[in-house]
């Protein structure tokens, strides 16, 4: 395929085909930097007026994901069109683009990346990431959607990331904690105001943890956004075990307190239930609780201690979603084993993330990702057996340390699958055994 297409002839390709193309079209894969990616935007008439009558835009280091699917299950229940951007994706590129809770069709993504290449290649032309190429076809694929709420998930970042382009009317950090070392740092303060970037002069501020970096409420006031907290501006109260029936408690825009009570657990972090909240009241949203109530009760997020099965899948791949995670990792049935299977990428903290398991996990699988960035599993193997926890078989790929497991779990047998969207998007996209053998026992470890 050529490196660049002309505008005036452009050849009729596939969506595989497109994003094929996409991939040659920057020398690097990530290259932070809203220049070029605004430039584009602006000669395809992005940036010339708002995309929705309503932009939320979510960022953080974990918890993303889940407050946008609550964010738009619950928006949809009160009746609104709702438009969201996210990534990256398990199984279908069409998952980052949805509109009213469908992924986008072919169709309408192949029209989106046209028109980004007509724009990228007009007058000068102009190199794109994929993800910015991406992104700027989510957001015309919004913008020419008749919504009521847009909501964009961060990807890298905040302040540089392509997304940050779009002016949000409520701007969202979930969370912050170390990952993606290589391009944001270790300094927690910093990776907060990288985060913190999202804000925006006088636009509603929603702090979704109340374990942030003083860095990001201090971004906030030094734009004059007002600060919606966690624990401060709004709060969330069990009122019975766990979090089947619960209370949040928050605020409006002029400071109106408003309370919502019996809400059913959506499976979901319950910080984040109550960001999704406070959010979509500084949009604009009259909240009716049983709507609220059914917004909670049938939303879904894959990947996300999904359950199939013996089988939870969870695409955590740091220390603070590993330590989440085994905190909410349920004891196997009386007689069964726990196991993991674990597959990551080598530029996250594996020891990190092996650690926060490790209280819940003895006995492990490991698994090969492919790409200059996996990590291989003989590796993964070593890092276990360095802090104690028992590795019975390296596998190849996540596939294969599915067959193997196959062969030895008993009914009673758990098993989390973690470390890596890969190695969840792997899963997901095959049948996952239940298995009826017994287990052959310490004959397997490796030592």
Not at 67 to 74: K, R
Not at 147 to 161: C, K, P, S, Y
Not at 171 to 177: K, L, R
Not at 302 to 316: E, K, N, S, T, Y
Request: hydrophobic residues 45%.
């Amino acid at each position: 395929m050529p490196d660049s297409l002309q505008p005036d002839s452009l050849s009729p390709l596939s969506l595989n085909q497109w994003l094929q193309h996409l991939e040659t079209l920057h020398p690097v894969g990530i290259d932070m930097g809203l220049e070029r990616v605004s430039k584009v935007a602006r000669r395809m008439g992005l940036l010339s007026s708002p995309i929705a009558p309503r932009v939320i835009t979510v960022a953080g280091t974990n918890g993303k994901g889940s407050t946008l699917a609550m964010i738009e299950s619950i928006a949809r229940a009160h009746g609104w069109q709702v438009g969201t951007y996210t990534s990256p994706h398990l199984l279908r590129y069409n998952e980052r683009v949805k509109i009213d809770g469908q992924e986008a069709e072919d169709k309408l993504l192949v029209e989106g990346f046209e028109h980004v290449e007509r724009a990228r290649l007009q007058d000068d032309h102009i190199s794109l990431t994929y993800f910015e190429a991406g992104t700027l076809c989510g957001l015309w694929c919004l913008a020419n959607a008749e919504l009521d709420l847009a909501v964009l998930e961060v990807g890298l970042g905040g302040r540089l990331d392509a997304v940050n382009i779009i002016d949000a009317d409520v701007a969202i950090v979930t969370t912050i904690a170390q990952d993606h070392a290589n391009f944001l740092g270790t300094d927690l303060a910093q990776i907060g105001r990288e985060k913190a970037g999202i804000f925006r002069a006088g636009k509603p501020a929603v702090l979704g943890s109340q374990a942030l970096p003083v860095s990001v409420s201090e971004c906030a006031q030094s734009l004059a956004a007002p600060k919606f907290a966690l624990g401060q501006q709004f709060t969330h109260q069990t009122m019975s075990k766990e979090y089947s029936n619960w209370r949040w408690q928050g605020q409006q825009a002029d400071g109106i307190s408003i309370v919502v009570d019996a809400l059913p657990d959506p499976g979901l972090p319950i910080d984040n239930a109550a960001t999704a909240l406070q959010a979509l009241v500084l949009a604009g949203m009259a909240l009716v609780p049983a709507d609220v109530k059914v917004g909670l009760a049938t939303v879904q997020l894959a990947g996300r201690l999904q359950w199939i099965g013996p089988w939870c899948l969870d695409v955590g791949h740091n220390p603070h979603a590993a330590e989440y995670v085994a905190r909410h990792l349920p004891s196997p049935p009386e007689g069964g084993q726990q196991w993991g299977l674990i597959g990551m990428l080598n530029d996250k903290d594996i020891d990190g993330v092996i650690q926060a398991l490790s209280a819940r996990i003895s006995d492990w699988v490991c698994v090969s990702l492919t790409g200059e960035r996996g990590c291989l599993a003989s590796e993964l193997s070593q890092r276990i057996i360095a802090q104690g926890g028992r590795v019975h078989f390296c596998a190849e790929s996540p596939h294969a340390g599915a067959d193997w497991l196959a062969k030895v779990l008993t009914p009673n047998d758990r098993v989390l699958a973690t470390g890596s969207f890969f190695t969840v998007a792997a899963l997901l996209a095959r049948p996952l055994p239940t298995g009826a053998a017994s287990l052959d026992g310490d004959g397997n470890e490796i030592r």
